[in-house]
């Protein structure tokens, strides 16, 4: 990790500069005084997009025809057992790919909350366990799932081979003859194809990169116009607030999980285990990294999974949820349980340490946010928002597949 690095060329004196602007009335332009400190911080924030490098472990990353078949498979309703359930009922593009609900309801209601699908190439563990490893393997569980789509490998394959658009992708993306395939290699492959086309679904320049490149780069730039109570909110969540320990980096999220003491008791006396479940699953699923149908000769991808063990601590521990986009996805946290931003910034302001695990998160103590602290918080998370940079890939109508180019 390389986040703590100084790249400044003149960041005394931009300091120093800022500092006297921001002595004056508050204009559209002003910008606060950082520290060094501060700006090698946030330059640990980006640049945004990270490079696209293919997944190693799916031969379809980055194929056009893959992405394709995975957009119309995504909006297809006829992937559920009954016809009545696509990923866009739940993954709406409108709402930042959620349902806006506070937890999922399938075939059945599900206990936890929909989660956004943007930037998830990046990604290093999927659902809100972590019980997925790459991002086809996640694609598979909606769609096996008795909860929700109810399907399986059969029932795809046949709606590959009847479907004469879906069939000619198909048979475009595989080296392998469709009769000759399994109905598991059938399913394997479309959600292959479904994970090509979420890895498109990338966000562009928020009005917070913006501002972080018009910083570092120095006095001499002109000054972007973000607004002053969300450079007070951005000095909290690198400062006081420390929610970059754990919210780190361009897509702020350190990957992994944690506890923050939301509560996890799913009623009837059952409890979501977090983490701890996830793992168990990574575990035994025929669809990880160390499986069959890795496409990753080297199975160098792999070796995240391999060295997992199970430890007491997992338990009630959920993935740290990059917050990019995070202002379009409410409600929040892996159970739906807070309605608004405003929430959630209450909830680390007063938190009941009670709640958190004895050998969990030392970090998090009550911050005690002013009114105006909480809300420049809020200003500044609202700020991590930015259109998708490809929307055509979800609007666009289909050209109908040609078996020859
Ligand atoms: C019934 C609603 C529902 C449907 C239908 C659904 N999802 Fe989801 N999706 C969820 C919920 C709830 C989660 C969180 C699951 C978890 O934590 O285990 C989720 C998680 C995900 C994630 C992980 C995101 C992350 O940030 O880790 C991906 C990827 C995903 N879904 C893709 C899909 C695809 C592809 C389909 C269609 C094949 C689909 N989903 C269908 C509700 C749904
Ligand atoms: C100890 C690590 C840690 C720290 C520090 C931390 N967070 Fe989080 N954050 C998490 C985890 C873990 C979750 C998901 C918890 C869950 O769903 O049970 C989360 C969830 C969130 C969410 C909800 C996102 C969503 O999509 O549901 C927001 C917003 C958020 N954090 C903002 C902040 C802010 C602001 C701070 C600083 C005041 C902060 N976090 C500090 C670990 C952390």
Sequence with gaps: MNWTRLNLVDGFMWSFMAGIVSCGTANAGDVLPFDDQERALIESHGPWPPAFVKDPSNRLSGNQSAIELGRLLFFNRRLAVDGTLS?????????GFTDGLKTAVGRSNLPRNTPGLVNLRWARWYGWGGGADSLWAQSIRPIVAPQEMASSGGPIKRLLSVDKNLACLYNKTSAVNFDEQTDEQVLVGAAKALAAFQETLVTGATPFDKFRIALLAGPSNPTTKYP???QRGLKLFIGKGQCNLCHFGPLFTNGEFGDIGIPFFIGNGKVDKGRYGGLQNLKTTRFSLTGIHSDDATKQSALKVRHLALQDRNWGEFKVPSLRNVAETAPYMHNGSLASLADVVRHYSEIDEERLHVDGEKILKPLRLTERESSDLVAFLKTL????LQTTHV????????PVN
């Design 87 to 95: 990923c866009a009922t739940c993954h709406r593009p409108a709402t």
């Design 228 to 230: 002053l109570n969300a």
């Design 385 to 388: 928002s930015a259109p998708l």
């Design 395 to 402: 609007t666009r109508r289909s050209p109908v597949c040609s």
